[in-house]
């Protein structure tokens, strides 16, 4: 039934509008969706078997929620996504500041005008996304932030400090009958953690030194990093009593799931060029996201993003794009020539050990190579590289780079079968000059780090044969 017609208390009360805590809310329609065999989470990749279960079993409880994750790991979108969960239309009593239920208001401006006004006091609905608050947690958060303060204007009208009126409601408060999410806890300073402790327990709030009665209905959510949450304790521990459920993130577990979520997430090229990522280039930069996140190297206590793969394959595009632009095409194939410059855009957004000062650069070019090497050999396993070796047994010398023209590295190897049957192989299905010129350049970089090859150049530009 249509309700959003309805704008009075006593319209609403005799309609057979249901009143319900917001975690019944939650957990009804989530039910519901269930039952139907409906996506809960549209977007989130990597999660199916893992943190949207224990999600899931969350809200099911009735629990407030702490999600424990590295950076990256699509924790605030996760949280976000549970508005989805929500009434589309939930009703309000009109001009309040927390969204007051007109069956059951709590505030004492709504309780003054539905005890002058009775069943004539008009309401109003909200959506799902008026019901969400959120705050970023740093250093100089006050307690009047999230639970509020006296407001002075208020008081200079002629109310006294104790009245209720006075009060200038916090985030928190105007959360009520919602969803509130504080990210990055631990940078809450502990007094401003002690602050929450009524809220998540009692359901009620303290202002100024006196109680205010202010039962909240509100699911609370925080995210934080697990390195300070179990290790430093920069949570109180009566605060992470009081979470219900713990719920924890991690990155994709897979390739696939890694690949998934670049194109999703990536930026599109500019308009006016037609731009081509063959799959193995975008195998290569996630396994080279995956070989950056084990590596001893690297400072892993900081966590590698996903962002990382995202921003890694819109610099690979962007190097595509400027290629096709300098040649005066229309269309270009990104190539492995155009991972260098990857690396140049990616090197600052890494934290190395100690150790590495100096060297950031050659660690990360040993774990491309090792990324390359790792899809090569996935894809050339069968194939027979001697009529391409041929070729530069005979002397020939091929120059690769993020310039040089797809006609002239292919001058040398027009006709070779071996080029097309690695194509297939790896996916490849196009045989325009650009894609043939990119298949060539895996292969000519596959067989060197294999040491079939050698390998000489600078930055830019590779040249490529026996001697």
């Not at 009593?93 to 009775?118: F, H, K, M, Q, Y």
């Not at 194109?263 to 193995?280: K, L, R």
């Not at 590698?304 to 794009?321: G, K, M, P, Y």
Request: charged share 25%; glycine share 8%; with cysteine.
């Amino acid at each position: 039934m249509d309700y959003t017609a309805i704008n009075t208390i006593g319209a609403l009360r005799g309609s057979g509008w249901v009143d319900r805590s917001v975690k019944d809310e939650l957990r009804d329609n989530l039910m519901q969706r269930m039952r139907a065999g409906a996506e809960l989470f549209p977007g989130i990749v990597g999660f199916d078997q893992t943190v949207i279960p224990a999600l899931e079993r969350a809200i099911l409880a009735g629990h407030d929620i702490i999600m424990l994750g590295e950076r990256g790991q699509a924790k605030t979108r996760l949280i976000r996504r549970l508005v989805d969960l929500l009434d589309a239309h939930s009703p309000t009593i009109d001009g309040c500041e927390i969204n007051d239920s007109p069956l059951r208001p709590v505030c004492a401006a709504c309780l003054a005008t539905v005890a002058s006004e009775g069943d004539l006091t008009p309401i109003r609905w909200v959506t799902p996304e008026a019901r969400y608050g959120e705050k970023l947690a740093t250093p100089d958060t006050a307690v009047g932030d999230l639970i509020g303060d006296v407001d002075p204007i208020k008081v200079a009208e002629g109310r006294y400090l104790a009245d209720q009126l006075t009060i200038h409601y916090g985030l928190v408060p105007r959360s009520h009958r919602g969803i509130f999410s504080i990210n990055e806890l631990p940078d809450l300073p502990t007094r401003i953690q002690v602050s929450l402790l009524n809220v998540l327990e009692e359901r009620d709030i303290q202002i100024r030194g006196y109680r205010v009665n202010l039962p909240l209905d509100i699911l609370l959510i925080a995210s934080a990093n697990p390195e300070d949450y179990t290790n430093r304790g920069r949570i109180i521990t009566p605060l992470k009593d009081r979470f219900g459920s713990e719920v924890r993130t991690h990155y994709p577990l897979t390739i696939e799931d890694e690949i998934a979520i670049m194109e999703q997430e990536a930026a599109p090229p500019p308009p006016g060029v037609d731009v081509a990522v063959p799959t193995f280039l975008k195998e290569i930069l996630a396994e080279l996201t995956h070989a950056v996140r084990s590596s001893s190297h690297i400072n892993q206590r900081s966590g590698v993003s996903v962002r990382f793969s995202i921003a890694n394959l819109e610099t690979l595009v962007a190097s595509t794009v400027r290629r096709a632009l300098r040649a005066g095409n229309g269309a270009a194939v990104a190539r492995v020539a155009d991972l260098p410059s990857v690396l140049l855009a990616s090197l600052g957004r890494i934290e190395f050990e100690v150790f590495e000062e100096g060297r950031e650069m050659d660690v990360l070019r040993r774990l491309l190579a090792q990324a390359v090497v790792e899809v090569f050999r996935d894809h050339s396993y069968g194939v027979e590289f001697t009529d391409l070796l041929d070729v530069f047994e005979d002397g020939a010398i091929i120059e690769s780079g993020d310039l040089v023209p797809s006609e002239s590295m292919l001058s040398s190897v027009s006709g070779l079968d071996v080029l097309t049957e690695f194509a297939r192989r790896i996916g490849v299905v196009e045989e325009s000059p650009h894609h043939l010129a990119s298949v060539l350049d895996f292969a000519l970089e596959g067989l060197h780090l294999t040491r079939r090859l050698n390998k000489d150049g600078d930055a830019g530009s590779s040249l490529y044969g026996l001697g």
